[in-house]
Structures are given as C-alpha cells and as structure tokens.
C-alpha cells in the first residue's frame, strides 16, 4: 500500500470516509485498520473520536518514555497501564482543557518520587506528543505504585 | 468496562502493556482495542505508533469539521481521504515538526476556495486538535479536488 519510511524521520497515515456521515478508517501500512466517528447525532459513534485517539497517542506516548527509563534503571515491571481522561473546553474550540493520565506500575523496586522525576524529564524532553500539546492543555498526572 | 459518559464533555481511554517491552492494547469502552508499539529495535513495531495515532486524531478532527460544513453547504460528497504526512524534530522532543495534510475530496460541485475557506474556519475555531498543536506544530493543507 505504502512504499517503507523511516519512521524515527517521517510518519504516514491515511482516513477514508465509509459512510455518508462521520465515519473513517484509519490507516497505516501493516496495521489493521481503526474506525473512527464521531458522537451521534452528528456521527453515529461506530469508533474512536479523534480526542479519544488523541488520549492514546499522549499515553502511549508518556508511556513509552517512562517504561524506556524504568528499564534502564533495572526496576522489575510487572505491569503498567494508563487511565486517560479529558475534560473538553465548553466553547469552541472544544479540545481538552485539561487532560489527566493515571500510571499504575506494578513493580517492587519502583518509588513515586523516582516515577515523579521520570514524568517531568518526559514532560521536558522526552514524551514528544507533550510536547506538541504544551502550553494548549493543562496535563495532572497521578502515579500509582502497586 | 466503563460507566457511559457525555463524550461532549469528557472521554476516556486505557492504555495496558501487553508485553516486555513496549507493546500495547488502546482501548475505548465499545471499540476493538488499538495494537499500538514503538519501532524496533525500542519497539517491536506490532502496532500504532503515538505519532501516527496524532495524525489520524488530527485529520478524522478536520475531516469531520470540513465534511460538516460541506453537507451543511449542500455539497455532493461522493468521496472523501485525507493522506497524512509527518516529519519529526531531528531533536528531542522529536514531536511533528510539520504536518502536512492532503485532503481530496470527490465532488462535481465544490471548489478549491470553498475547501479553503473551511480549512481556515477548522484551524481558527472547530477542529479541536488542530487548537491543541497550534503554536508548536506547523500544518500545510493541500485540496484536491476530483
């Protein structure tokens, strides 16, 4: 479908329209395909709305970064998640005001503090959808060391 | 999963580590979870990347503002892809230092000034992820129509 890129310089991503209202596929060469709507009436929420995809691009994100860390640090992980949620502007446009991630990490050698500090050097340098979002959302993030 | 919740307000979504390194389910209560993943060697490239998943929340965002206004306009859609284009900072964050979107859309009735005045009218009030880059990411639109 799509000739190769090098990803660590360029990404590529096509949406179709499937329907006669909101809804897309999204793609990207070698994935399967995700569906995309909006929320009824305007859509018929047969998908992810583009915030929802948004929530998961920042946590996989941030994710990414801090469990690269954690890694390097010998710390055992024997989970991790993130609960995404965000709050919309109630006037347009009505993006995410504020976004709030919850990390739990399952691991027996792993501090708060040092998660802490972890989420701050990513906040800085190292989650790049942060980054991208800076100074337009106000991000709260809540660690929970199980 | 989740309690029902007025997306208009306030969405959701959870990220879980599937493997040992950086592999995960996205997940929206209803939706078939998203395979997401970090290029190799970091990752192992079974999935999404972050980056890819921002550019499809920034063009379904457009696309569904534009193809809005556009039915609103009784226009005649009978297609409609946006080909996302991103090329990274060569410094961390290595976020989008460019977005480029090409939207092509089929229609025997709707012009390249019209498109653009809906893309101008998108970037300054209804596209809510485009509000959320703004300032950190530079976009270029390309219309083209069939």
New interface residues.
């Given amino acids: 479908m799509e000739t190769k890129i090098d ?11 499937i329907n ?1 209202k ?1 809804h ?1 596929n ?1 793609m ?1 060469d ?3 395909p ?3 709507d ?2 009824p009436p ?2 018929d ?1 047969l ?15 941030l ?2 970064a801090l ?2 860390f954690l890694r390097r640090m010998q710390k055992n ?1 024997d ?12 006037e ?5 005001k504020t976004i709030t991630l919850e990390i739990l990490i399952k691991s027996n050698n792993t501090t708060d503090s040092e998660v802490s500090k972890l989420i701050k050097m990513a906040e800085e ?13 106000k991000v709260e993030t809540v660690v929970v060391i199980q």
């Avoid at 990803?7 to 329209?17: D, G, T």
């Avoid at 709305?49 to 946590?59: G, I, K, Q, R, V």
């Fill in positions: 990803k660590s310089i360029e990404l590529k991503a096509k949406l179709v329209l006669s909101l897309f999204g990207v070698g994935n399967q995700i569906s995309i909006y929320i305007i859509g929420g998908g992810y709305t583009s915030l929802e995809l948004l929530l998961l691009s920042f946590s996989s994100c994710g990414s469990l690269t992980i989970g991790f998640e993130i609960n995404a949620n965000g709050v919309r502007n109630t347009h446009p009505t993006g995410f340098t190292y989650c790049p959808v942060w980054a991208m979002v800076k100074g337009n959302v």
